[in-house]
């Protein structure tokens, strides 16, 4: 039993992997989004490596991260840019309304936190769905807008554990090492359940229905 447990597939080594991958994996994606304007790659590539790599125990966490981030760049950064104009454009009208007072700017700020928090959790939805669908960049957007809306529970608890992570890591300086790998760990089980929804049926018994993503 102790060499079982201890062993190369025992449950502390199957432990340690993912142990080591949600770190590493978390960490890779934080650096990532410091410079900010590769932050959309990031958490593309962070969530495919999450599901396929740590997961699904399929390719090599590096490789896998880095081939995501190119792969998918030429959509995830010209719609990044796209999301932070929108970001800013936000950030000015709060600020805004913050230096006012009346019941009429209080009504607009509630209008504008809602509006940002939509906004984020389809930033959510739209950089995890680029990691699995090819698509292009304004019918992403579309599709993560209606698979956001149709599975609005699934997005706001997605988007509450990554916008949670990233504040626990600020406000921790240990944090920024524990807290967004977690965060993408575990929306990867709420997410997987959407997007295989709206992936087509493999054949049964066909080489595509044992790939990784259907698991």
Do not use: Q
Not at 29 to 40: E, K, R, S
Not at 83 to 107: E, H, R
Not at 120 to 134: A, D, G, Q, T, V
Not at 181 to 203: D, H, Q
């Amino acid at each position: 039993m102790a060499g079982n447990f201890f062993g190369a597939d025992g449950p502390l080594n199957k432990f340690a992997d993912v142990f080591v991958g949600v770190f590493v994996t978390g960490l890779l994606t934080v650096i990532l989004c410091v410079p900010v304007i590769t932050a959309g790659p990031a958490l593309t590539s962070g969530y495919y490596t999450m599901t396929k790599v740590v997961r699904h125990h399929e390719g090599y966490m590096l490789k896998s991260y880095f081939k995501s981030f190119l792969l998918n760049i030429r959509v995830s950064l010209p719609s990044w840019i796209l999301y932070l104009a929108a970001i800013a454009v936000l950030i000015f009208d709060m600020y805004y309304m913050d230096m006012t007072s009346g019941a009429f700017s209080i009504a607009i700020s509630g209008a504008l936190i809602a509006i940002a928090a939509i906004l984020f959790m389809n930033i959510c939805f739209f950089y995890i769905e680029l990691s699995r669908f090819n698509m292009k960049g304004f019918e992403l957007f579309k599709f993560s807008m209606l698979t956001m809306f149709r599975h609005f529970p699934s997005a706001l608890l997605v988007g509450a554990m990554i916008a949670g992570a990233f504040y626990l890591g600020y406000r921790t300086l240990w944090g920024i090492f524990i807290f967004p790998g977690l965060a993408l760990y575990g929306s990867t089980f709420i997410m997987e359940r959407v997007l295989l929804k709206y992936m087509p049926e493999p054949e049964e018994g066909s080489e595509e229905a044992e790939k990784w993503y259907y698991k």
